[in-house]
């Protein structure tokens, strides 16, 4: 007599959009925006690396530029152009320290460095103003996650930085353009930073 036992198998579990958008090995777009400050909001786009699926690795580039032509009055009229220009880089690594179906948890350091630059010209003075400043931070960041499907990953940082910054001032004297240059105090800096990723 044959009897057949069955034979009893267990059905593997799928996995989360969560751990699909972070198993995958390949980079990830980012498109970050800073709507929580004070100052204007600010904006990047950069790339994640995966080191692991529990470390990893945002490097975001900030770009700005503006360029505007007024005119004032005092005892006359004159024109004035105004140039700015700022530029960053931030790479702020973290670990998931914790999940919970498609959210998780994060926390890591964080360095970045700023270049700012400043001009204004105008018909009534000699020569031009404005300033060039460079920045260094360095802090710590935490924050949260949420999978929105397997390929777009939503995420909520504080960051708490220690600034210090590079004063250039460049200001037109009567026969000549004077320059003065020092260091600022370091200072502390919070803000949030809400980033999307969007894997290639």
């Not at 699909?20 to 904006?43: E, H, N, W």
């Not at 179906?101 to 010209?121: D, H, I, M, Q, R």
């Not at 404005?130 to 924050?143: D, E, S």
Request: net charge negative.
């Amino acid at each position: 007599m044959l009897v057949l036992l069955p034979i009893l198998t267990q059905a593997q579990e799928p996995k989360s959009d969560l751990e699909t958008y972070f198993g995958d090995t390949s980079p990830a777009l980012l498109f970050q925006v800073t709507p929580f400050s004070l100052i204007p909001m600010l904006g990047g786009i950069g790339v994640l690396v995966s080191a692991s699926p529990a470390f990893h690795i945002p490097v975001v580039f900030s770009p700005e530029f503006d360029r505007e032509q007024t005119a004032r009055v005092r005892e006359e009229t004159y024109n004035q152009t105004i140039t700015s220009v700022n530029f960053g880089i931030t790479v702020s690594p973290y670990w998931i320290l914790t999940t919970d179906g498609n959210f998780c948890f994060t926390a890591g350091p964080l360095l970045g460095y700023t270049v700012s630059y400043w001009s204004g010209e105008s018909d009534a003075v000699f020569g031009e103003n404005g300033h060039k400043n460079q920045g260094l931070q360095v802090g710590l960041t935490a924050g949260t996650g949420y999978a929105i499907t397997k390929d777009f990953f939503l995420h909520a940082e504080y960051r708490l930085t220690g600034e210090r910054w590079y004063l250039t001032y460049r200001y037109p004297g009567s026969t000549s353009i004077i320059e003065q240059m020092y260091w600022s105090d370091w200072h502390l800096q919070s803000k949030g930073v809400l980033t999307l990723g969007v894997r290639l």
